[in-house]
T-cell receptor, first 113, second 114 residues
Framework: KNQVEQSPQSLIILEGKNCTLQ??????????LRWYKQDTGRGPVSLTI?????NTKSNGRYTATLDADTKQSSLHITASQLSDSASYIC????????????FGTGTKLQVIP | DADVTQTPRNRITKTGKRIMLECSQT?????MYWYRQDPGLGLRLIYY???????NKGEISDGYSVSRQAQAKFSLSLESAIPNQTALYFC?????????????FGEGSRLTVL
């Protein structure tokens, strides 16, 4: 069964600090991996996409990494801001049709002053 | 205005009542989806539609039905609501021309069944 596991479930950090969120998956065959940000009471919004051949991709203060061999991804947030408080969801798409999209349960990040 | 609009945003109803959640989009996408989000669980697919004449069940379709009235409109119905259907529901769209499958979500509809 395809699974996407995220850790930690929740995280509290001080404003200005860095943090790293983890995503492990078993989806195979693999097509791509996205990180979504979901603000409280809002729908998820895509932050970045990683394909098989990509190791690192940045989007402002967000940097995603992918190790397709170990089936692991991370999302690193640099110099956190209060607006980074949200849930971050890892979503893995397999090959072979839309049915192969699997969502992680998310990491809830709280940035405090 | 939001690209993907869901109505109502919040609804409280009683067991056995019929409920309809509506979704409309201005992104021009042909693919539309309904998801359910529960605490501690990942988003789960209820139904999806790749065009007006194409409706498909997702992983948790029991107790739900959908209607694709137009390319831009996709509604979700609960014929006889039950308490375990209390959840946050999201409509999403994607463009079939893209290979990466980015989903664009609405703001969500919070449903409480008493």
């Amino acid at each position: 069964k395809n699974q996407v596991e995220q850790s930690p479930q929740s995280l509290i950090i001080l404003e200005g600090k860095n943090c790293t969120l983890q995503c492990n998956y078993t989806v195979s065959p693999f097509s791509n991996l996205r990180w979504y940000k979901q603000d409280t009471g809002r729908g998820p919004v895509s932050l970045t996409i990683m394909t098989f051949s990509e190791n690192t991709k940045s989007n402002g203060r967000y940097t995603a990494t992918l190790d397709a061999d170990t089936k692991q991804s991370s999302l690193h947030i640099t110099a956190s801001q209060l607006s980074d408080s949200a849930s971050y969801i890892c979503v893995v798409k397999g090959s072979g049709g839309y049915q192969k999209v699997t969502f992680g349960t998310g990491t809830k990040l709280q940035v405090i002053p | 205005d939001a690209d993907v609009t869901q109505t109502p945003r919040n609804r409280i109803t009683k067991t056995g009542k019929r409920i309809m959640l509506e979704c409309s989009q201005t992104k021009g996408h042909d693919r539309m989806y309904w998801y359910r989000q529960d605490p501690g669980l990942g988003l789960r697919l209820i139904y999806y539609s790749f065009d007006v004449k194409d409706i498909n069940k997702g992983e948790i379709s029991d107790g739900y039905s959908v209607s694709r009235q137009a390319q831009a409109k996709f509604s979700l119905s609960l014929e006889s609501a039950i308490p375990n259907q209390t959840a946050l529901y999201f409509c999403a769209t994607s463009d079939s021309s893209g290979l990466t499958g980015e989903l664009f979500f609405g703001e969500g509809s919070r449903l409480t069944v008493l």
